[in-house]
């Protein structure tokens, strides 16, 4: 079993920036992909970001260029760098780590983005 927790959410003005953070309970390094998903009020959860065990890494196009993930093998964290937020990314974001076919979620962290 696998826990998740996420922070770094919170309220910033249009144009801001965040870093969210993921830290896993076990090694990340078995993980065959880590992820970031987004559900904004009324919507489907959507994929932001993901990266696999071996670095390929892809992004959804309404965050290309703005949205980096990365991940930091020592910590069992993986980061979401978000620059040049907008309102439209104001959802509640969730890490997802892929073991297998098996699939670990944390709580999830609010970010607003707002003026």
């Known amino acids: 079993q696998v826990q998740l927790v996420e922070s770094g959410g919170g309220l910033v003005q249009p144009g801001g920036s965040l870093r969210l953070s993921c830290a896993a309970s076990g090694s990340i390094n078995n993980m065959n992909t880590m992820a970031w998903y987004r559900q904004a009020p009324g919507k489907q959860r959507e994929l932001v970001a993901r990266?696999?065990?071996?670095?390929?890494?892809n992004y959804t196009d309404a965050v290309k260029g703005r949205f980096t993930i990365s991940r930091e093998n020592a910590k069992n964290t993986v980061y979401l760098q978000m620059n040049i937020l907008k309102p439209e990314d104001t959802a509640v974001y969730y890490c997802?780590?892929?073991?297998?076919?098996?699939?670990?979620w944390g709580q999830g962290t609010q970010v607003t983005v707002s003026s």
């Open positions: 990266i696999t065990r071996g670095g390929f890494i």
């Open positions: 997802n780590a892929m073991y297998g076919s098996t699939g670990y």
